[in-house]
C-alpha cells in the first residue's frame, strides 16, 4: 500500500490549503484514515481522522472549527482542507491508514501505512 501526500505550500494567515492523500495497492475503504503533523523539533500529533465510510470524523482541539477530513472512496482520496489557518499550523503534514478504526485515541505505532510528508509554511 502506497500512500501519495500533496497539497503542501506556503500560505499566509487566514488563508486556505488543501491537502490530498491518494491511497493505491490496497482496498482504500477497508482502511481508516488519518492526518498527523509534525512541527520542527516537536513530536508527531494527530490532526484528524475518518472512519471507513466517511461517516465517523475525530478532530483535536487546535484545528476544530477550521480544518475538515473528508475521503472520496471512489477516487480512493482522502483530503484536508484547512481554513484560516495560523503560523502555528506550520508543519509537514503526514497521512496515515489503518485498518482499525481508533478515533480520538489513533496510536501512531499502531498505524499500517504512512505517506510522505508535505510542508505547510503559515506566513504571519
Known amino acids: 500500500v502506497q500512500l501519495q501526500a500533496s497539497g503542501g505550500g506556503l500560505v499566509q494567515a487566514g488563508g486556505s490549503l488543501r491537502l490530498s492523500c491518494a491511497v493505491s495497492?490496497?482496498?482504500?475503504?477497508?482502511?481508516?484514515m488519518g492526518w498527523f503533523r509534525q512541527a520542527p523539533g516537536k513530536e508527531r500529533n494527530i490532526v484528524a481522522t475518518?472512519?471507513?465510510?466517511?461517516?465517523?470524523?475525530y478532530y483535536a482541539d487546535s484545528v476544530k472549527g477550521r480544518f475538515t477530513i473528508s475521503r472520496d472512496n471512489a477516487k480512493i482520496t482522502v483530503y484536508l482542507q484547512m481554513n484560516s489557518l495560523k503560523p502555528e499550523d506550520t508543519a509537514a503534514y503526514y497521512c496515515?491508514?489503518?485498518?482499525?478504526?481508533?478515533?480520538?485515541?489513533?496510536?501512531?505505532?499502531?498505524?499500517?501505512?504512512w505517506g510522505q510528508g508535505t510542508l505547510v509554511t503559515v506566513s504571519s
Open positions: 496515515a491508514a489503518s485498518r482499525i478504526w481508533y478515533g480520538s485515541d489513533w496510536p501512531m505505532a499502531r498505524t499500517n501505512y
Open positions: 495497492g490496497s482496498t482504500f475503504s477497508n482502511y481508516a
Open positions: 475518518i472512519s471507513w465510510s466517511g461517516g465517523t470524523t
